[in-house]
């Protein structure tokens, strides 16, 4: 399946489409399907930036975008981080503002007749976007949460990422590698040398992050690698095949 192709591959953060870009696209499905990234602005180390959880639900996203005919949107970049609110830089909203942010972009695709939204996150602590999705299916619109947590094993395994998801809670290999290849360019010096592993964290929604890691690294960031950061962006577009045929059955 082909959508937006090498165009959605030049995008940085904001897609370039026109507005005769979005009736040209809409004009070849039956379906329309919008692709909404949500990440944070969070610290993610001495070395990754805070933008990290946004630039890899927009790297998510574009792959999505290049495989399918989705209407790909700009980023929501700033959610729920309370829990790095320890370090310097790190911004957050309350859950009920980015609920209601999604809700209002839910409610004005429908109004231009993109009747579904699938929410690419970022970010672990957005927890919120799980009963955004689930309270929109229960009413019968058309909304998915994605990647899922097997998505991500199912990537993890196919790119050869050697941390469990577990212990690559932030920071860590996944995300070193998808900025790897992603965004080479933003990485600073430090990754190498910054592993740091706390598996039982039962207490973080009390502690926050700061009560388990000093440096704000929870995983092994010396494992990544640009070719693993392209596996994984590779297997999650295919791994999103299944959420479209659903999404767009019997439409």
């Given at each position: ?90 911004v957050s909203i309350s859950s009920v503002t980015l609920h ?30 799980g009963n955004v999705v689930q309270e929109s299916s229960a ?102 095949g299944a959420y479209f045929s659903l999404l767009t059955a019997?439409?």
């Amino acid at each position: 399946m082909n959508g937006s192709g090498s165009r959605t591959a030049a995008y940085g953060l904001v897609p370039a489409d026109t507005t005769e870009d979005v009736r040209a696209r809409e004009a070849g499905v039956s379906a329309q399907v919008a692709v909404l990234p949500v990440g944070s602005f969070e610290q993610h180390g001495p070395y990754l930036p805070l933008a990290t959880d946004t630039l890899v639900a927009c790297a998510v996203a574009r792959e999505i975008a290049a495989a399918y005919p989705v209407h790909l949107l700009p980023p929501v970049t700033i959610a729920c981080s309370q829990e790095h609110a320890a370090w310097p830089g790190t911004v957050s909203i309350s859950s009920v503002t980015l609920h209601a942010v999604v809700r209002d972009i839910a409610d004005s695709l429908r109004r231009s007749g993109v009747g579904t939204l699938v929410v690419v996150n970022g970010h672990g602590g957005n927890y919120v976007l799980g009963n955004v999705v689930q309270e929109s299916s229960a009413r019968g619109e058309r909304m998915a949460l994605f990647p899922a947590a097997e998505d991500w094993e199912a990537a993890r395994e196919r790119a050869g990422v050697l941390t469990s998801l577990l212990t690559d809670m932030h920071a860590g290999e996944i995300e070193t590698s998808i900025l790897l290849h992603a965004h080479p360019e933003l990485i600073r010096p430090g990754y190498e040398t910054s592993d740091f592993v706390a598996d039982d964290r039962r207490h973080l929604l009390t502690l926050g992050m700061a009560g388990y890691t000093e440096s704000g690294v929870i995983g092994r960031p010396s494992l990544g690698s640009a070719e693993k950061g392209k596996a994984l962006l590779a297997s999650l577009a295919d791994s999103f095949g299944a959420y479209f045929s659903l999404l767009t059955a019997d439409s």
